[in-house]
């Protein structure tokens, strides 16, 4: 059984910064790729960063480019995702995603879903 588990949200200035967190566990697969999303109220799901766990490429959406940053330590088997210059537009309830038997293109396929961090961006 796959559990992701999102810790870190919370409320933040314009400008500032947090980071969060997704714990993996009961994850079989050899490589793989993860991914943070976001869904804001009125708004489609988003894909925000995903990262392939063996080959550490990485994607990012437009819109955080160069201000969020995607991580994993394979030790604590826990995913990250360092936001940096936060907007209020980065309000929305974070989540984050593994691959699992379909193969993951791009933001599209994710199987396992975490349930989600609340990020609050205030001006």
């Known amino acids: 059984q796959v559990h992701l588990v999102e810790s870190g949200g919370g409320s933040g200035q314009a400008a500032g910064s947090l980071r969060l967190s997704c714990a993996v566990s009961g994850y079989r697969h050899d490589s793989y790729w993860m991914a943070w999303f976001r869904h804001a109220p009125g708004k489609e799901r988003e894909g925000v960063a995903a990262i392939n766990i063996n080959y550490g490429s990485t994607i990012y959406a437009d819109s955080v480019k160069g201000r969020f940053t995607i991580s994993r330590d394979s030790a604590k088997n826990t995913l990250y995702l360092q936001m940096n210059s936060l907007k209020p537009e980065d309000t929305a309830m974070y989540s984050c995603?593994?691959?699992?038997?379909?193969?993951?293109?791009?933001?599209?396929?994710?199987?396992?879903w975490g349930q989600g961090t609340q990020v609050t961006v205030s001006s």
């Open positions: 995603a593994a691959e699992g038997e379909v193969v993951v293109v791009g933001f599209e396929g994710y199987q396992y």
